[in-house]
């Protein structure tokens, strides 16, 4: 099994900040990895594919990058409605990462 | 619009199976391969599997292929997952997601783009 390890597990966040967050792959996944945002209780919604395709109507503060194992996830100016656990997938055999979850500091 | 809505989940003793539905509306069904993904309280979220358009192909993740069934019916635009020998490990909301595919670079790409509101699973006597 492919094992995604995220981090950090939870991050102290206000509004207006840059929050970065990664997903380590255990082995090489080129670029097949997706985040998803989850809402408290909500499903998750796509928000980036192939590390670094921004899904239709999400806003540009979200983007991704990396590739081979290790990708990261950034949003540019951290709003309230942000506020969520963010997944990463590698969709070779589709395993998630933990999740990270941002809080309000 | 695009609805997919989960049933079929509640409470049932361990040892017993039980059969998810989701029904899906506001798309072509049947041009769709669908998956299902389940969250344990608390928890992340796990693959279980998928189902291509037509049911020729079905994917588990190795854990749970013996225990789960996914099937489908174009016809009534539903997918379904059929749990068998349930343990209090497999309690968990169930989703049901739509799998889209795009070219990138050249080559296709499989994501979920839309996912039900779930259905919930407590294993319990």
């Known amino acids: 099994d492919i094992v995604m390890t995220q981090s950090p597990t939870s991050m102290s966040i206000s509004v207006g900040d840059r929050v970065t967050m990664n997903c380590k792959a255990s082995?090489?996944?080129?670029?097949?990895v997706d985040w998803y945002q989850q809402k408290t209780g909500q499903s998750p919604k796509l928000l980036i594919y192939?590390?670094?395709n921004r899904y239709t109507g999400v806003p540009d503060r979200f983007t991704g990058s990396g590739s081979g194992t290790d990708f990261t996830f950034t949003i540019s100016n951290m709003q309230a409605e942000d506020l969520a656990v963010y997944y990463c997938?590698?969709?070779?055999?589709?395993?998630f990462g933990a999740g990270t979850k941002l809080e309000l500091k | 619009e695009v609805k997919l809505v989960e049933s079929g989940g509640g409470l049932v003793q361990p040892g017993r199976s039980l059969k998810l539905s989701c029904a899906a509306s506001?798309?072509?069904?049947?041009?769709?391969?669908m998956g299902w993904v389940r969250q344990a309280p608390g928890k992340g979220l796990e693959w279980i599997g998928e189902?291509?358009?037509?049911?020729?192909?079905?994917n588990y993740t190795p854990s749970l292929k013996d225990k789960f069934t996914i099937s489908r019916d174009n016809a009534q635009n539903t997918l379904y997952l059929q749990m068998s020998k349930l343990g209090s490990e497999d309690t968990a909301i169930y989703y049901c997601?739509?799998?889209?595919?795009?070219?990138?670079?050249?080559?296709?790409?499989?994501?979920?783009?839309?996912w039900g509101p779930g259905t919930m699973v407590t294993v319990s006597s």
């Open positions: 082995q090489n996944v080129g670029s097949n």
């Open positions: 189902i291509n358009q037509d049911s020729s192909t079905i």
């Open positions: 997938m590698q969709s070779n055999s589709y395993t």
């Open positions: 506001g798309f072509s069904f049947n041009d769709y391969w």
């Open positions: 997601a739509r799998e889209v595919t795009t070219v990138v670079g050249y080559n296709p790409y499989w994501y979920f783009d839309f």
């Open positions: 192939k590390a670094s």
